[in-house]
């Protein structure tokens, strides 16, 4: 298994909802990480996990909660987002840090 | 501030030309140069680049790496409608996050 899996494909959510995206990889990877993509424009670093553990948050409002269970499985949960919040968000992970990151094909989520 | 500079933006070609794709960029602790490329959903890597001067190369498509330039070309050679993509530049830095600074990429379309 060589590739990274995301739940739901798309989403559109009302402000008052909450809901959550789920990205798996089977590869045995230590680092994963969720990117928020906005049209033509490149990934923008939201969260890194490194062994499960929170490394980096780079300053995310708090509406945006992730969570890593176990090795195999990120989560994003989403409460009280904002319409300008709709984009692509892609989950990547790599062996560790600092090795090549390889994506998932995103969830496309709408803000109505 | 990290700082990644790709060009073009865009380009279009024939099926059958030869391109090349600029990436240049300004990083503290410089560990290591990525290519993408991203068509409706996830980028898809391409090659990891460490080592000055060294090519990579997989089929129609190449790239090196000059640390003291500090740029990173990609080659696409016999160019086919299938590369249509945006071609995206990442560079890692070797801080604490190993985060990934990507440029804004190039755009490039195929015509037959």
């Known amino acids: 298994d060589t590739e990274v899996t995301q739940t739901p494909k798309h989403l559109v959510m009302g402000m008052t909802n909450k809901k959550s995206l789920k990205c798996e990889q089977h590869?045995?990877?230590?680092?994963m990480y969720w990117y928020k993509q906005k049209a033509k424009k490149p990934p923008e670093l939201m969260f890194v996990y490194s062994y499960e553990k929170l490394s980096i948050n780079e300053s995310v409002p708090s509406r945006f909660s992730p969570e890593c269970p176990n090795s195999s499985l990120l989560n994003l949960h989403l409460h009280a987002l904002q319409p300008e919040d709709s984009a692509l968000y892609l989950c990547a992970s790599s062996r560790i840090q600092g090795y090549e990151q390889y994506f998932g094909p995103g969830t496309r989520l709408t803000v109505t | 501030e990290d700082k990644v500079v790709q060009s073009p933006l865009s380009l279009v070609v024939h099926e059958g030309d030869t391109v090349t794709l600029n990436c240049s960029y300004e990083v503290t602790n410089f560990r290591s140069l990525l290519w993408y490329k991203q068509e409706k959903k996830a980028p898809t890597f391409l090659f990891m680049l460490t080592s000055s001067g060294i090519e990579k190369k997989s089929g129609r498509l190449s790239s090196i790496l000059d640390k003291k330039e500090l740029f990173s070309i990609l080659n696409i050679t016999a160019t086919q409608t299938g590369d249509s993509a945006v071609y995206l530049c990442a560079v890692e830095a070797n801080n604490a996050g190993n985060m990934l600074t990507f440029g804004g990429g190039t755009r490039l379309m195929v015509k037959p």
């Open positions: 590869m045995g990877h230590r680092a």
